[in-house]
């Protein structure tokens, strides 16, 4: 199992690089099928696509956008068919088209389409709303995209690119960061760079300092829930009851429902019970870091931080009781979950160690 995800991820990093080398030799190939979470670089890549293969002023004839709701086999063929204009390649996006799940007839087109695809065209398919997955079992089609396309996955980046970038990206805006404060920032706004670089433009309009500080963050960035939801429970677990409290009654005002507040209270208990788990084994903040997939180190020393003021019993206790306030939210008709939230809150407060 570890070695077919191994393999995955070797295939998707590959696919990844040969498209920065084909942009960086001037050499893009005529089929790619885009998708992944991060919105961010497929965008990048796709106007440096567009700066590559269209000379300026020139994209009305020979950059071509088309929307998969309304696509026809026939229509894409068309537009493969229409001839550069004073440029020696077209550039065609398709827009949210799922290929495998087409009728039979226009897979069957599809497929000719892309095997006989001229070389003077770039066709490119984006997988954004629509998510890509292929059937292997529809050979025509599998066989025309492999032969001709590359399939490139623009996943998540992990935490030392991440950092890497926010640095370049404060730089950018004449300002500095170090490490432990980017990591922050991934914490406190997530791990997909195209939320990121909004609160990296507000940070850096705001901080009066070339040095970018954890204030300057906290003063504009807009948190994600998950990270909201982190400093309510660090809080309680330092037995900042007003803090807490105050935390999930923001959480409430902005209509944030009772039942995503609890999934993600009972991810971070259960997060909570590894980490002392990790602890009593002899494991570090990088083994939790590793095991949950985090992208940023900051919340996993947190948690372990956490996990040394508390018991495996107490941790254990309060894994089962997010499980079973969830149960009564989802099964007790007439029940206020909001009431219900704020029981488990002041429960767990006063630190009952029951499992």
């Not at 920032?185 to 997530?190: M, T, V, W």
């Not at 507040?261 to 002392?276: D, N």
């Not at 989802?330 to 407060?349: Q, R, T």
Request: charge should be neutral.
């Amino acid at each position: 199992m570890a070695k077919q995800r191994e393999n995955g991820k070797d295939s998707t990093q590959a696919a990844y690089r040969q498209l920065k080398k084909d942009l960086a030799q001037g050499q893009l190939g005529v089929l790619y099928l885009f998708h992944g979470e991060e919105v961010y670089l497929r965008d990048y890549y796709l106007e440096q696509m567009r700066e590559k293969l269209i000379p300026q002023g020139m994209e009305e004839f020979n950059y071509h956008q088309l929307q998969g709701k309304t696509l026809t086999a026939q229509r894409l063929s068309e537009v493969v068919d229409t001839l550069p204009m004073m440029s020696q390649r077209t550039l065609i996006v398709v827009q949210d088209y799922d290929l495998f799940k087409a009728s039979e007839g226009e897979r069957n087109a599809m497929a000719q389409i892309l095997t006989d695809l001229p070389d003077y065209c770039c066709l490119v398919f984006i997988y954004d709303i629509v998510p890509y997955k292929s059937d292997a079992r529809m050979k025509k089609l599998s066989g025309a995209i492999k032969d001709r396309g590359q399939i490139v996955k623009f996943a998540r980046q992990g935490q030392s690119d991440l950092v890497d970038w926010i640095g370049r990206r404060f730089r950018a805006l004449d300002h500095e960061i170090d490490t432990a404060d980017a990591q922050y920032l991934i914490f406190l706004c997530g791990d997909l760079m195209n939320g990121l670089i909004s609160e990296i433009g507000k940070i850096g309009a705001y901080a009066k300092q070339r040095r970018i500080t954890r204030q300057d963050i906290d003063a504009v960035a807009i948190p994600v829930i998950d990270a909201v939801v982190f400093q309510m429970t660090d809080a309680l677990m330092q037995k900042e009851m007003d803090k807490a409290l105050s935390v999930l009654a923001d959480l409430l005002r902005l209509q944030q429902a009772p039942i995503m507040i609890l999934a993600v209270l009972g991810k971070h208990f259960r997060q909570l019970y590894t980490a002392r788990v990790a602890l009593e084994s002899g494991e570090g903040s990088r083994w939790l870091m590793e095991l949950w997939g985090m992208r940023s180190i900051y919340p996993a020393e947190k948690l372990m931080q956490g996990a040394s003021r508390h018991g495996l019993r107490w941790c254990c206790h309060a894994m089962r009781r997010c499980a079973e306030t969830d149960l009564a939210m989802k099964s007790v008709a007439g029940v206020d979950a909001k009431e219900l939230l704020m029981s488990l809150i002041l429960e767990l407060s006063a630190g009952g160690t029951s499992c």
